[in-house]
């Protein structure tokens, strides 16, 4: 969706390292979502964010969602290989559907 | 277990064939789509319905037609397939309201020769 823009487009990092995924949006976001998707399967629920300056945490992953909730941040702290994969941000709230971005490719080595 | 579930998982078809992916989804959502991920595009919608009977075009609707048969059902027909409708199709369903959880089916994967 050219409403919303991940960067970067792909990532490659070293196990145990950090990295950020961010999410911009064209308009105000009324509900983000982020989901991880492995390669070749469906797309998995990581969280929902609705308020803006909220934030949420599942075991390592964090995800921000700005006080203007134009732009949401998803950060991986000390990366593991079961963290690659494709990770997708949606926004709802703009008519009865939910619109992707074209999504981050993210690859571990160890 | 509940959730979202997609017919066939693979299929190949020759060009100018037609076929049907069939969806349903037992949490008694009101709203279901269909969408399509090619690589480097993420998922665009091609169509939508806001709730039994209604359905609605997304992004991509060119080259596809959709049937909300019950609340449980929503399939998508390709009339007469195409090589650029290569790609890996999802079935979704929620509430039907902002803020609810979107669930995903597994996928189906087309290729079309």
């Known amino acids: 969706s050219q409403e919303l823009e991940q960067s970067p487009q792909s990532l490659i990092v070293q196990e145990g390292k950090n990295l950020t995924i961010n999410c911009t949006s064209s308009?105000?976001?009324?509900?983000l979502y982020w989901y991880k998707q492995k390669y070749g399967e469906g797309l998995i629920f990581l969280m929902m964010?609705?308020?803006?300056?909220e934030e949420k945490s599942h075991e390592k992953i964090t995800a921000k969602l700005d006080e203007k909730k134009q732009q949401s941040s998803l950060h991986i702290t000390a990366s593991q290989p079961s963290h690659a994969g494709i990770y997708l941000c949606?926004?709802?709230?703009?008519?009865?559907?939910?619109?992707f971005g074209a999504g981050t490719i993210l690859r571990v080595k160890s | 277990n509940a959730g979202v579930t997609q017919t066939p998982k693979f299929q190949v078809l020759k060009t100018g064939q037609s076929m049907t992916l069939q969806c349903a989804q037992d949490?008694?959502?009101?709203?279901m789509y269909w969408y399509r991920q090619d690589p480097g595009m993420g998922l665009r919608l091609i169509y939508y319905?806001?709730?039994?009977?209604?359905?609605d075009k997304g992004e991509v609707p060119n080259g596809y037609n959709v049937s909300r048969l019950n609340k449980r059902e929503f399939s998508l027909r390709l009339e007469s397939a195409a090589p650029s409708q290569t790609s890996v199709y999802f079935c979704?369903?929620?509430?039907?309201?902002?803020?609810?959880?979107?669930?995903f089916g597994s996928g189906t994967r087309l290729t079309v020769v």
């Open positions: 308009k105000t976001l009324y509900g």
């Open positions: 979704a369903s929620n509430q039907g309201e902002s803020g609810y959880g979107y669930t």
């Open positions: 949606g926004a709802s709230g703009w008519g009865n559907k939910l619109v």
């Open positions: 949490m008694n959502h009101n709203s």
């Open positions: 319905s806001a709730s039994e009977g209604t359905t």
């Open positions: 964010l609705q308020k803006g300056g």
